[in-house]
Structures are given as structure tokens and as C-alpha cells.
């Protein structure tokens, strides 16, 4: 986990807003299919522990278990994908673009690159995993 000292972040409309009080995950790209479903596109996303997460307005929140591993928290009012929490509880997944600037964060990897669309391609250079790895929501970047 990359050092942070407080971290805000909220949906579009306002309806959600949250701050993190604690480290963040280097941003990890996931790129499988429900991710591309619930962003348009492939998401961004950093981590932190649960206990470091205090949603500060809750209005709009909603969780839809997209899964029987995780749920994925969005707000009802415009839509913004926010959260992703496995079942596990170690970590919960922020979305990266959901976190007010400057952000501080860094780019780690690419996983569940099997699963890409074909309408683009990935050469940033970044480490590429056609699935999720062991140490993936670990410290660190690779």
C-alpha cells in the first residue's frame, strides 16, 4: 500500500462521498467482462483496507451483488460506479476516477486481459495478466 494521509472521493452528483483515511493500492486496470459492463469501458481501480473506508454522505448508495464473490456499490441517482467489495473483506476496490484530485496514485497492472475487448489495445508498457494473480490486492506495484 502507497502511503496517503486522507483521501476524498464521491459520485458525480454528490449524492455519495466518502474519505479514506489510510493507504491506498497502486491502481490496478481490470479489464473482464463485468467490469466492462458496470464502467462502458475497463476500470481503474486502487484499494484500502475496510476500516479505513467512512462514507460521509450515503444518499444515493446502492450495492447489487454482481457475484456470489463481491458487490459493487454505484450511486442510484446519476450512476457512478464507486466500490467493489469481495465477500472476503480484506479490501474494498475504489474507483480510481472516483477520487478527487490530485490523487497521488500510480498505475501497477492490467489483469483478466483475456477478457479486453477488441476495440483496443494496452501498450502502456504496464505488467499483463490474462486472469487475477496471487498478491494481487497486496502492497506494492510489480
Do not use: N
Not at 483521501?7 to 491506498?24: D, H, M, N, S
Not at 462502458?40 to 484500502?48: E, I, K, L, R, S
Not at 454482481?66 to 464507486?82: E, I, K, M, N, T
Amino acid at each position: 500500500m502507497e502511503p496517503t494521509v486522507s483521501t476524498t472521493g464521491g459520485c458525480l452528483c454528490g449524492a455519495v462521498r466518502y474519505e479514506i483515511a489510510g493507504p491506498l493500492r497502486a491502481v490496478v486496470y481490470c479489464h473482464c467482462e463485468q467490469c466492462r459492463k458496470t464502467s462502458g469501458h475497463f476500470v481503474a481501480a486502487t484499494a484500502c483496507k475496510p476500516d479505513d473506508l467512512e462514507i460521509k454522505g450515503d444518499t444515493g448508495l446502492r450495492w447489487y451483488r454482481s457475484s456470489p464473490a463481491a458487490q459493487r456499490g454505484f450511486c442510484s441517482s446519476c450512476g457512478s460506479s464507486l466500490f467493489w467489495r469481495p465477500e472476503h473483506g480484506e479490501y474494498v476496490a475504489i474507483m480510481a476516477g472516483a477520487i478527487d484530485a490530485p490523487t497521488g496514485l500510480a498505475s501497477r497492472e492490467h489483469i483478466h486481459t483475456a477478457s479486453a475487448s477488441d476495440y483496443y489495445s494496452l501498450t502502456d508498457g504496464l505488467p499483463q495478466f490474462p486472469e487475477e494473480h496471487a498478491g494481487l490486492w497486496e502492497a506494492g506495484g510489480t
